[in-house]
């Protein structure tokens, strides 16, 4: 199977989508000088290109691009190229109005923007198969291909006739009968039983309350889909190209996709990363989606798209101010990235996108972006031969399953103010400023390589999760939870007593006797921290918990709000930022997990890849820090005996 | 006609909705067990039971129903037996796609919720009429049999074709010409005068504006459409069981319903009831609810649903601290319910609503909701005998009318601060809080009864009533009035002067040149109080007012804010609550009328049912009341001389 | 070509839309009393009155119109009469539903409101042209026709499918060849390039955003096709009525008509104004509008609707306070209207607008509303003579163009806080409060009459706009751009460099690196100033600027936030009121510009129009005003003698 690798060949990859067919050809040229200048070693293709490919049915018009290609090629640069069946041109919808999805309420997604592609729909399967094919077997051979990139940001949902066709024919392969459809949406409530299966539809707009599992398998249903669609490709290409790695686009943390199951299919994976230059906790939220890229990569990465500059797409779109692209980049390599890449090289002059930002700008080449974009290039072809490769090692796993998100995130649930992603977040974060590498897993990944298994909220388990995480323990391990895990089986099916009697036995919980959600900015006192989101009345085993830490005060005064027994922890509140991060301190140390590097002054993130140890300083101060002896930072090309200081948005590589 | 007492006989009904076709069998067994218990005598089956009794077409499965009144009946259980309409099962909506209700877009509300149905469907009604022969039928002389329940909770809107002709329909037997409807609906405004009365179609979406009385009649017509579907259902179970009970479950104060015209068709009539626990006004809020139903019925009522935990609707739903169920109830039972039941019997672990909690939760029998219900149970069985059948007296009467709410919350009017609802809730709010006893009655109502009547805001009057009002103050009553009272005709046509002449004599107002609302959260200075929400520029009678409580400073300086002429108030503003409380509290007892309980501490409700003076704790602290002269308390078998001293959330019911 | 002044003659019009068909004729009799006592000269027919005069398809009821003229001629009134195009009957959609709008979401818009047809439906514009040469051949030559009216507020859209046709045509016209098309829309981005013309849509709803070019296409498409509307009945009146004006009334600040375009059209410059009468800046808004009025017009103008009292589409709609009707009313005036009229006569007391004030309100001819109309009539009368016809003489001119405001208010810019209205008001608001009179003019007006240029912000600049700006700062003109001026060119191409090049040489810009916009509430320090909004990282050309205020602290410390070039200024934020002012004072001080009158006293407005000065109290406070010698109030017949006190909304109108 090809790998990253196969494409990096010791280089850390550096470029980004490259939409020449927006400009006249004196610009392509204009383009390599400053690809050149820039160090870029990779462009990215026909992302968007399938109009200019085949501008009307069956037409083929190649020549532009074996131009491109030729270019280059003779100039040195990679193409990844892409499928451009994201957003199919203007004649497919006209001809073939089914291939447009329509959401729950019965509109129409109409061309005009992109991805107003159906993944049920023949007919736009079969012209994405012929554009593909025909790609793939025009490049093949060509020298200057070194990946292919399928489709981007699959990202469609369809809950018109043809998607309720392959719904049916999906729940038919997973169901078999009527009956067992029934039985696991509980189609008893609400009178909703079905006679046939002519009579399963996607759940569109409702009266009332749409049955949450029926919603849960119409996800499961829309990721299954979408995979068809970038499988059918995938094989396609790979037939022609068996050595050329394929990959296809993740957005970050997105809910429509099973990460887990897309990255099985991938031989790169690659994400698209956009966090907010204003937001003070953009790195952490950053450093999440790397270390579950990695994680699903079980390696290097690809970052495929990031911004230069702002992005187009919030209320406010914030440049990054001097260093943070650089500073953010370094990241992502040491995080496992050996591919730094951009939307897009040369920003846009027109269309939807134009005030989205590239690495050559709207300034031009005299611009500060490209001349910081510049500098980067030049410091990640130095470092590239140390870094492209190398693995990171953690104790630590983070448990996140699509599958819990998505059955827990429904409407009619106890709290709307419980967002999967923020829970997520929060207890990343914690790990993340107490300098704890992570990984993430899937709960019914092995994890006896972990010291420490967090799970931050797993509403839904299966029997076979819940076995691992009892086998888990039982084998030693240190097993963290928070609430709203282990209530649903994989029907969202509330099991007995509210929540898993294995995991209540696992934390020494008699009974569950009822969840006190929080209402929004409220909080709840426990001894010696502050609960934040939710809170339970839980009555423990008699005799069976070794540490508890009660609420104080309220209703819930003297119940436990977290209680451990033996290495099994159950924290039934968020606490808040300091006082997980303490907690999780505390039973990382107690469980033999010793962070990156200790007495990191505030705003330094370290990260060991390798060899290497990066330090990061996402203040905007210069900060100072202790270094355990001589090390040699390959960016300089300096050495550090004792201490380094880094500058505002500062960075070093460090070989010890 | 038969009436609620036929089925209490003596006893406080208590119970729920029993949904056993979610479980299987062996679990209807530990039901009973556990039923048996918590003292439950009533339970409510098939309210969602459609598509299992009747899985395709004209199929009919009554054994798994047969065994279950059976096992109830053995058990001692009464069946309150539902109509399943309200659910049709998904091969109506698949065979029948007109069965499905269209918003005013023209979304269609598919199967895959609940309440999926057309009221102006001919198919859905014949369906309907159809399983409910069937079930009253079979189920007449069974001796379980204790009540009918048809439907549950309408409130379906349709603005499909269908609708659009039974709409036509309605307005001719209404209006008989096209004339009579132009003028009614002012269609020379804008140009709407119709042609053919095959151009009216309900309020759809419109560039702007849709006509008021359009949009009145339509909400007239919804109620009367829905109405129509439960009285024919009514008529089905009535030829087959003249001497069985006949009710539809309310939901709180909703404005899809003209409950009084509604409970006319009713032979009990019965609500919904769910105050937010979090909600300080939450026991307030459901005594006004309360003391509209026992209006509604003329006497005792029951309570078809409350929640014996959290809901699942609520953005954040909390579940009762530890005794609020069971004071809840007995507020329920003091304020006439001779019935105290839930959604549901046993929470669910499937469906939408499986987190709107049971009588028996997740937690289970060891669950500290069982246990408060069982606990309940006891208690409602010690009472039952003194307390069913028994009456509420009281001197004042709030008028409400839901045609006048129609009239008035439509869009284009002076300020959408103004929510009918909570004006009502303002005003009832003020004679709760001073333990003044309540009716409700419809301003055409027979107003003698009472020494005091209460008109929040009538902003639609007809002239009957206005009749009604100035003969009940000719005949010596009190009567006080809150602003947009009396502005439109039944047509929602503006009287002239803005306000009836009628009415502006009867309070001494001479013009009313303007109406002056107030901003979000403005307020406005008055002699000795601050008015809310609105105010007015009136001109008073010369020498026709008796009293006055004038505006001071901003632009009404000096003029009227309150204005008494005789016994008739007029409230042009609606007084902060301590202020209209005490402005109430005067006018009530110049009225000689008396609260129930003079000097009762804070938080303390008081309410005399028949013999007995209820007392209820809504404070979290224990409360001591001083009693005039001893009582007995029946819920604890003790006497209590002079005082009383109730614990946190706690209760007593006094026989004096 | 017919003028306002053949319908005013030396009067100004006072008086409104008069609808009444909506009463019975006996009411007629009385309005013409009140109409007569209150000095109304002229009243507005048939705005809503298609269902009236063409009850069925071909009907023609003229009858009732027919005696009205005659009765308003009977008695000196004379009429605006309307085509009534903006409201089909029922009928229209009843029997041709393709005449009805569809949104963007394919929503239809039914009739029952008003505005219910699409502007490129061939049946309505039949229909339309029919009804109104029946209208204008019937009262062409009766004496009462003073003015025609077409249609009402123009402003619907349509994406429905006759639309969709029409846009074709319309973009065939325009471009020639798809090829042009697709390259003036950017089609190569995200894969839009049409191969034929059927494959254009109007921009319907789409997964993400639309093509920004083709919504802009749409905007001005939508303009046209409602000023084809517009121009098609105008003709078949003037074929009629060559020497009477023809008018159409805009919404203030519109942004669906290219009022420039629009107003070349009409004989008439009409508009409605409505400013909150609770809006500290409320005066401020109005007279920006009548500003762009005033310019549209080339001199006086009409104030076709405004209330004399509450409107009712505000969420809050508050009442005038006592004076300010006439404040307003004379406002209008100074700022060279030549008619002061309402919406409406009578209040409705029926339809969607019945608590829509109107100059004889709900509470009558003894209500406050209509004795202050009287007086204001009376007062208006008095004037007239001396007012009607004279112009206003302005040194400076604020640019302003629908197609820049089009193009820079899409999805995807950089900040969605940034509202064109709203910066095109703080700009004038610096202006006004400093009394510098200000002409609007499109950027390709010639501005050689002009001291000083204001751009608040043109996003879109043509090349000939530029080199008209070019040419006038050339010419010695002062130039004071806001941001976000000279970014794309009129097919919202990005001109390279993210900025004009000419613009920025002109204004001593070397490179434009980045925008930086701002978060809501926050703010920029500058040297001396506060920006808001939004600041840029800018690099001055060495040497090149004359004078920079430079940004203080945070990353673009030192970079200039404002730069001045000889007599051009950039302003790169938009600074805080005081500071606008400041600023611009400053600059028209420098570029000779001088205030209506120096010294004034705060909330006090001084314009000068024609030999008369206009004082204007906006505050709630008497303020004494000191005069530049003896004047005579024209109002009041009297003489001040250096000086002059203003009550509370007070106002004089002064000859020297």
Redesign the interface.
Known sequence: MPRLSDTTRGRILFGGDY?P??WPEETWTEDVRLMKDAGVNSVTLGV?????LE??PGAREFGWLDRLMDLMHGNGIGVVLAT?TS?????L??LHPETL?RDA????????????FSHSSAVYRHHAAAITEALAARYADHPALTMWHINNEYC?FDYGDEAAVAFRRWLRAKYGTLDALNSA????????????W????P????????????VLDFRRFTSDMLLECYTAERDLVRRHTPHIPVTTNFMPLWVGQDGWRWSEEEDVVSVDLYPDP?DPLGAQSAALVQDLTRSQAHGPWMLMEQAA??V??R?????K??GLNRLWSLQAVARGADAVCYFQWRQ????????HSGML????E????FQEVKQLGAELARIGGEVTGSHITSDIAILHDWNAWWAGAQ???????VEYPEVLRAWHRALWESHLATDFAHPEHDLSAYKLVIVPQLYLLTDTAIDNLLAYVRAGGTLVSGFLTGIADE????R???MDARLRELFGI???????????GETVECEGLRGTLWSE?IEPEDDGVDEVIPYKGG?LDGLPAVLRKGSSWYVSTLPEPHALRALLARVAAEAGVRPVLAGLPSGIEAVRRGELLFLLNHSREPVTVELPGTHHDVLTDTTAEGEITLGRYGAAVLRP
Chains 1, 2, 3 share one sequence.
């Open positions: 939409n067919e927006q968007f290109s399938w109009a200019r501008p009307e451009p957003s199919p041109p203007p004649w919808g006209r999805p309420d019965g509109r129409v997604e109409w061309w005009g923007g992109r991805q107003h469609t949406w509980g189609a008893a409530f609400w009178s909703q039983g079905y006679d046939t002519d009579g399963v539809l759940p569109r707009h409702a009266h009332y309350l749409n049955n949450p599992t029926h204003r500059g702002p187009n797409w209320g406010v779109n914030h440049p101010p001097r846009s002059r027109q269309g939807a996108e134009k005030f700008s709207h300034a031009g005299r611009g500060r972006t409407d009619g649930r106890l709290s709307t103010e029907d969202d099916r509330v007995s007593g509210g008699r009974t569950l006797h009822e969840w006190w959600p929080l209402d929004a009345e209703e």
